[in-house]
């Protein structure tokens, strides 16, 4: 069965530097959820998108942006980078914004030196 | 305002032994699920279960068996004949399902079982 992929595994970047992270949901999940776990913590929810629309917000720094595009694929765009950025950033997919059918990626590995 | 609690910040048993992770939660809504997550050293987020408020019996999948208590806002997970492949951070979410609700999962700060042989 298809999964919740998430490009790429792994990214290294510098201070200061951009970041793009890309998901792709399950086909006809149309709502993407982005979390973020720093070393030693649980996931903490940063952004979701529902029918290409912001459904909710959380704790998402003004320096991460993110959208939903028309193939319900989403990207997490982060500028300005920060040491404290490192994480693991996770997309999870569902249908409708309902629980049943809820499904994470492997996540992507973002490494700020 | 949701909220999961694990009390439980790493536990350390030998192999064969049965271990329980606890879950405390806190909602005000009457419809909401919980899960338990399993994320071994490699990092990702492996689903175990979900189980919604309405839904009260315990359930028991192999090794595993979790006991959902609604008068204790309870979601304990418990491994029989735990094996070092068991060795993981274990995060127990809650998730409201109110109208209002988008969806998202509020985590437990997790419990880092270590299964020596």
């Known amino acids: 069965a298809a999964g919740v992929i998430q490009s790429p595994r792994h990214l290294i970047k510098e201070k200061r530097e951009t970041a793009t992270l890309k998901c792709y949901p399950i086909p006809r999940h149309d709502t993407v959820y982005w979390y973020q776990q720093g070393p030693g913590q649980d996931p903490q929810f940063l952004i979701s998108?529902?029918?290409?629309?912001?459904?909710d917000k959380g704790s998402i720094p003004d320096r991460f942006s993110a959208q939903q595009f028309s193939d319900y694929h989403s990207e997490l765009n982060m500028s300005s980078l920060e040491l404290g950025d490192s994480a693991l950033y996770f997309c999870?997919?569902?249908?409708?914004?309902?629980?049943?059918?809820?499904?994470f990626g492997s996540g992507t590995r973002l490494t700020v030196v | 305002a949701q909220k999961v609690t694990q009390a439980q910040t790493e536990i350390s048993v030998v192999e064969k032994e049965d271990v329980t992770l606890d879950c405390v939660y806190e909602t005000r809504d009457t419809t909401y699920y919980l899960f338990w997550y399993k994320q071994p050293p490699s990092g990702e987020l492996v689903f175990l279960i979900r189980r919604n408020s309405f839904d009260e019996q315990n359930e028991i999948s192999g090794r595993y068996s979790w006991n959902f208590q609604k008068s204790t806002s309870s979601f304990n997970f418990t491994i029989t004949a735990s094996q070092v492949v068991d060795s993981a951070v274990y995060f127990c979410?809650?998730?409201?399902?109110?109208?209002?609700?988008?969806?998202?999962?509020?985590f437990g700060q997790g419990t880092t079982l270590q299964v020596k042989p």
């Open positions: 979410a809650l998730s409201e399902e109110a109208s209002s609700n988008t969806g998202k999962l509020i």
């Open positions: 998108f529902y029918e290409k629309m912001q459904s």
């Open positions: 999870a997919s569902t249908m409708g914004q309902k629980l049943r059918s809820y499904t």
